[in-house]
Every structure is written in structure tokens, then in C-alpha cells.
């Protein structure tokens, strides 16, 4: 298949578009390098240097012989994208190129505005692209589990039925996004269903839970394969944090009670799950929505989980509880369902105590290249400033 | 009290403004003419010329010996909307100010792409001023009874008390937005409710039905006093487009079927429920939803009883069922919960005969001004073009 895997220079999208090139698809890779950009902007590093996507991409041509083709451009630039629809004609398109941090997009006025320009003006210029040029493609759009904020009722995927003074529908579930990052994804996914409705298009929405992990088995053939491995509070997701502060000997990061239960998947399952969306397309018409995730854990397990790792690596591992700098519920219902994917065929790799010795391992031998100040929280979601 | 009116050049802005302004309100109002510039891309003309906003001002100044204050800017000029609400610090602001038609949005990626960026960027650059600036104030929003379509179960108000599996929880109600336009204003309803939650902002957000009607009490103090009457295609409202095609022998242009029901309002009860929502303002951390329409109709049930009131008036006036342009169900389940703006004093004004035949009797008057190139309609929803 033509695979275009955009904002494939980030922490999925490169791995991503290594897993379809081993599997003997054509892959298409596009970003415009501005996630490096706002990692400029907060002198944020990760834990080992990424190489460019240029010289990813040769590197992967001499360890593989595949080759994977660039194309460097903004999603914004509609010109951009219908050339390169127009051009590439795509059988399926993996979108990641959107601004994934919700703190980020929490810092300032700009960075709302921005985030929400970015992702939905982005999505847009690909929608009326994809009509123009390649209708029958099947879009596969990153969405995230946050859409659905933590309700008192079980989550579903994507649709409820509802029953409600004698009648029932099957509707979109009502969504609580709790930042303007996860805002811009709510938006998206609108947008999305609409011309899903009215143009025929296919489009698979993968609300996808926290992500984490280090290593897939190709950025493992070679060090210049790595992806990105963020552990700063702006853009590294809970555990990698945590596994980063217990090597690093700062009290794991637990905001507010630590009841905040949320759903988790490894890299290696994300690049799964894609692909199975990928290879069982969505219909015609169809806005497909399906949970991506294979465990719930609250952020306080997650943090007694990498102390006892800690303890089994002979780490002493602290937990800290700091003032919350989010607004969200820290006690609270959770059940998500995540049962379309492993109908499809996903085999969980699940956090086991093995995977976390691992991953703290890895952590470890980089041990040198943590900068502790890019560590704490620092962006609130109440603050005040004009 | 200090009122801001954002949007104050329209047709129902200006009113709005003079009906506070009448009750002794200190009123500014606020305009960046964008809805006349797209009228004169499209070459759409409205019944009757509409003076300049700052000619009916001083008009109004002239009839009433009251001021209106006017501050010509953009909101999606961050600095000109601080520097307004650092400035103004009002008690309450109705936000009128965004592209208001579906057909203009589903024109072109362009026309999509700018309304949704108009209308989302506009409100952020609002809430994070209005944070900055005035915590305290009420934000009156207009939104639209089109955020819900059409599902088949009744419709609430803003809220639905959803069971399943056993539990239970008040969920934001589920929307299924039916253009570009629509969806710009779902995506305006989820920023709002956010940041009332995380920073306990006032907002009140009115699902308004479509508004028919000429004139108000105070534009019929003087004629520079007018508003705007649209009966084109594009930003005309159904019923005010079928008292044109009536009096200019148009056959009523019908799309499909004609079983498309929805909300109702005269825009006598638009100022009405404005002003009773901005006299009981919402609590701080209070998103509050208010479906604003009076009665139900059917797209047909209009045609017919625009029909029977050119019967009534020596009219033969015939309806066609043109084919429809745009992606909706013809034939569908509608009941809209309309209880809380009665509950808060609105006695509805009413569709009778009496209002239409005089509503007939009014455009009748200016039938020599009727640009028949602009009726019909000519932007569809499923079209394909590159």
C-alpha cells in the first residue's frame, strides 16, 4: 500500500512510518520540523539527541535497503498538501501532524490559538484535499482519549445509545476535553465526521491513551534510528517522566491525589494498532472510532509501579505529591472501552514489571543526558496573567 | 449597566444595541464591517440599504438624545480586544460577532477554513481578555439550535442526564453539527464551557432558531434606523426569503422534501431573550445553556403558510421543491426543549397571520428593490471541486 504518514519526524510518526516501510509499503513521510521548533522555544531536550529526519531516513536506507521518500511542508499551506495529494494519491493517510501537548497549548493566549489554528486549519486543508484528490483513501486520524474527559459513565467508542423519554439514538459521545490542546481534538473529530456524512470520505479516529515506551524494534536495528524520548512536563508523557525523575533521584511528580486514572499503550502497540486500522479500513462514509489503549492505571499506581522498579534496581524512588497544575478531578469513575482493536487483532504488550525494569535500564544508561530543570511543572491551567 | 454588543452592525446587533441603549444601558458597540464585505463579494444586497453603523448611531443620537458608543475592530486582533475590555470592563457582552451563515461556509476551503478561524480565534482572544480584564463580566453568546441536528431522541437544553450500564451523569449533549458554520459554533460551545470550568468565567450560550422578521420598536423610530433584512441565499433566513420570493413571484424554493423542522423565533424575542439573560446573569463557573426559539415549523408548513397569507393578500404564490443543496434528513423525529427562557420571563410573540400578513404587506412595499439574480440557491454541500 502508499502509506503518507504525517509529522513522521515525531516520537510515533518516524517509528510509524519505519513499521509500514519494513512491512513493504511505499512510505511517503511529510513534517515541517515545528514540534523541534516549539522544543527550541522552552529548551526542551530529549534524552538522547534525534537525529534529523534527513538522515534518519538515508540511515534507514542503508540498514534496510528501503527507502522511504520526504516531503518537508506545513499542513497549513493548502497549496502544499494538494500538491502533494495531487501527487502522491496516497491509499491511506497517518495523521499525527498536529500540536500533541496540552500543556503546551496551555502556556498563553498564543499558544491556544496557535494549537487550535495549527491542528484544525491543518485537518481542514487535508479534508478538502483528500476530496479533490484522492476520495477513496482511508484517513487515520490521531485522536486521544482525553476527548471524552472522565465521565460517570462507562466511556464508549465514539458512539452511545441513548435512551431518553421513550426514544433512542446512537449519538456521538458527549466530550469533556480538559485542555486547548485536547480541545483542538474534539474539533477535529467534528470536522472530521462531518465530511465523513457529506462527502463520503473514511476516516478511522484512534482516541488514543497515553503512550509509553523507548524503543521499537526498528529504532533498535540502529542508534541512529532512535525516536524521540521526551521526559520534560511540556511534551513527555506521565511514565517516561517518572521513569526519568527515579533515575535522576527528584520525587516522581504525582500532581494533586494522583487519582487521575487514564488509559496506557506501549509504542510498540501504537504502531499495531495503526497499522490494523490501516490494513481493515473504515467504509465509505464511515466516521470509525476506536479506543486505543490496553490498560488503565491511575497516575498513583504509575508512580508506586516505578518506585518498586526503583527498589528492584536498588534505587531509592520518592513520590512527591505536588499542587496540581491542571484543573481536573483526582478522584473519579473510570471505564473506557477498548475492545474494537484487539477485534481486529491487537495482542496487548502490557506493562509488566519486566517491561518497566527495561525501560528504567535504558533510562539509566543516558542517565548523563537528563537536564533537571526542564523536569517540574510549570505551566498552570488557572493562572492568571494579562 | 455596561453592555458590550460585538457584532453591532448586523441584523440583529444593531437592534440589540438600541434596545439597551432604550433602557437606559450604557451600550458600545463593536464592529469590524467583515459580514459587508462578504455581502460584497457574493453581490448579495439586502431589502433595503442599510446606512453606515456610525450613520445610525448618530441617528440614534438624534431620535433618542442617547449615546452609543462605537469601537470599530477585529477580535481576532488580540490587542484590539484587550485594550477594549481593559477599557470598557463591562457588566455583560453579546457576542454577535461571527460569520453567521452555513452556505457561506460550505462555499470553498477558503470559506471553511476562514469561518472557522474567524469565529474560534474571535472568542478565545475574547475569553482570554475577558480573564485578563473582567473575570466578573457575563458572556452572552449566540449560538445555534443547529449545534444538535437532528437526533432522534428529544432535545434538551445544553445538558442530557444520560444512564447506561447502571450509573449515571449530566453530559454536555451530544452535537451533530450540520455545516462548517455550525460546526465553528459546537467548537466555540466546548472552548466556552472549558474555560468556564477552569477559570470560573460567567457564560451564557443561546441555541437560537431561526430568526424571521423586519422590524423591532426601535427601528421603526426612523428609517436610517433599519436593520438589515437578507432574503439572498446565502444570509437570508427561510422565512424572510419566502415573503420575497412570495411578493416577487418566485415559486418558494422547497429543498426536497421540506420535512426539515426546526426552532422559530421573531427577532422581537431575540432582543427580548438577550436581555433576559444578561438581567439574570449566569454564576461564576457557570456554563449555562438556553435554547432560544418560541415554535416549531417544518420547512413546508413555512411555504404553506406563506402561501395561504399571499392568498390572503390577492397573491398566487406557488412552491417548488428544488432539489437540496445541502446534506440533511428531510424527514425526521424534532422535539426541542425550549423551557428555561420562559421560565425567566419571555411571553413569545408569535407566527400568526396577523404578523405574517404584515410582515408581507412590508417587503410588498419594497418589492421594486428585489434583486432576483440573488435567491435562488448556489452553494451545495456535496459538490466536488478541486
Redesign the interface.
Known amino acids: 500500500m502508499r502509506v503518507l504518514i504525517l509529522g513522521a519526524d515525531g516520537y510515533l510518526g518516524w517509528p510509524t512510518a519505519m513499521h509500514f516501510s519494513n512491512k513493504g509499503d511505499d512510505v511517503v513521510a511529510v513534517d515541517n520540523f515545528s514540534k523541534r521548533f516549539w522544543e527550541l522555544e522552552l529548551g526542551i531536550e530529549t534524552l538522547e539527541p534525534v537525529p534529523t529526519l534527513h538522515r534518519r531516513i538515508a540511515r534507514w536506507r542503508q540498514v534496510t535497503d528501503r527507502v522511504i521518500e520526504l516531503r518537508v511542508g506545513d499542513l497549513t499551506n493548502?497549496r502544499f498538501v494538494?500538491k502533494l495529494l495531487e501527487e502522491i494519491r496516497p491509499d491511506a493517510i497517518v495523521h499525527y501532524a498536529e500540536q500533541p501537548s496540552a500543556p503546551y497549548s496551555m502556556h498563553s493566549?498564543t499558544n491556544?490559538?496557535n494549537t487550535?489554528?495549527n491542528n484544525?486549519?491543518g485537518t481542514?486543508?487535508l479534508l478538502?484535499a483528500i476530496?479533490?484528490?484522492c476520495?477513496n483513501t482511508h484517513l487515520v486520524k490521531l485522536g486521544t482519549m482525553g476527548e471524552y474527559g472522565t465521565?460517570?459513565?462507562?466511556i464508549e467508542e465514539g458512539y452511545?445509545t441513548?435512551?431518553?423519554?421513550g426514544?433512542?439514538?446512537v449519538?456521538?459521545?458527549?466530550?469533556?476535553?480538559?485542555?486547548?490542546y485536547h480541545?483542538s481534538k474534539?474539533?477535529d473529530t467534528?470536522?472530521i465526521a462531518?465530511v465523513c456524512?457529506?462527502?463520503k470520505l473514511a476516516a478511522t479516529d484512534l482516541n488514543q491513551g497515553v503512550v509509553y515506551g523507548i524503543e521499537t524494534a526498528d529504532t533498535a536495528r540502529d542508534p541512529e534510528l532512535r525516536t524521540a524520548f521526551h521526559y520534560d512536563s511540556v511534551f513527555g508523557t506521565v511514565l517516561n517522566r517518572f521513569l526519568v525523575q527515579a533515575v535522576c533521584g527528584i520525587p516522581l511528580t504525582v500532581y494533586g491525589e494522583g487519582g487521575q486514572t487514564r488509559g496506557f499503550l506501549n509504542i510498540n502497540d501504537t504502531l499495531r494498532c495503526v497499522e490494523l486500522a490501516v490494513r481493515n479500513p473504515a467504509k465509505a462514509g464511515e466516521f470509525r472510532v476506536l479506543n486505543q489503549f490496553t490498560e488503565q492505571f491511575s497516575v498513583l499506581d504509575l508512580a508506586t509501579r516505578v518506585q518498586a522498579a526503583g527498589a528492584r534496581g536498588g534505587m531509592k524512588v520518592e513520590i512527591a505529591r505536588v499542587a496540581n497544575p491542571r484543573?481536573e478531578k483526582e478522584h473519579h469513575?473510570y471505564n473506557a472501552k477498548h475492545s474494537k482493536l484487539p477485534e481486529l487483532g491487537l495482542v496487548p504488550n502490557l506493562l509488566t514489571d519486566e517491561v518497566l525494569d527495561r525501560m528504567l535500564a535504558t533510562v539509566r544508561g543516558h542517565a548523563h543526558r537528563i537536564n533537571r530543570d526542564i523536569v517540574q511543572p510549570s505551566i498552570a491551567?488557572?493562572q492568571?496573567?494579562?
Open positions: 493548502h494538494y493566549r491556544a490559538v487550535q489554528v484544525i486549519v481542514l486543508n478538502f476530496r479533490s484528490y476520495p465521565p460517570n459513565i462507562d452511545i441513548i435512551n431518553h423519554n426514544r433512542s439514538d449519538l456521538p459521545f458527549p466530550k469533556q476535553p480538559g485542555s486547548f480541545l474534539v474539533h467534528h470536522n462531518f456524512n457529506i462527502w484543573v469513575y491551567w488557572a492568571k496573567h494579562p
